[in-house]
């Protein structure tokens, strides 16, 4: 199937997921969502993630998190899309809910939180809101 925004799609099916209830969720890999997988799993919203050769295709399983019966991800928000993309300078990085989600930024030096952003005084693309 062709996908034109590869990050939206991951973003669905995680929030597609954890909204079904599902403990895992299978996503095509790309360095892109292995780099968002792993900021996903440091910043606490999923349990981990791992490679999995699945046929021909190699795929990402991420393991879902829940307190209780309540998902840990109450929000994903795709920001800068293939029709509009949206930057920001080091100063213009957002805060979501107040600093209690992420920004999800691509920066120079890769794919970052928008806190990593800050410290490393860089701007770039945001990529997604997560909270």
Do not use: C
């Not at 790309?30 to 699945?54: C, M, N, P, V, Y």
């Not at 829940?66 to 994903?76: C, D, E, F, I, Q």
């Not at 794919?111 to 770039?124: D, E, K, P, S, V």
């Amino acid at each position: 199937m062709n996908v034109t925004d590869p990050i939206a799609d991951m973003l669905t099916r995680i929030r597609n997921a954890s909204r079904a209830r599902h403990t895992e969720v299978l996503i095509p890999a790309s360095r892109t969502k292995l780099a968002i997988a792993r900021i996903l799993q440091d910043e606490g919203f999923i349990e981990g993630f791992t490679e999995a050769q699945d046929g021909p295709a190699k795929m990402i399983r991420v393991q879902l998190k829940y307190v209780g019966k309540v998902p840990v991800v109450s929000g994903l928000k795709r920001v800068s899309k293939p029709g509009l993309r949206v930057y920001a300078g080091k100063t213009e990085i957002p805060r979501v809910l107040g600093g209690l989600g992420i920004v999800i930024v691509s920066t120079s030096q890769g794919i970052m939180t928008g806190a990593q952003a800050r410290r490393g005084q860089l701007g770039g693309e945001i990529l997604a809101y997560v909270w």
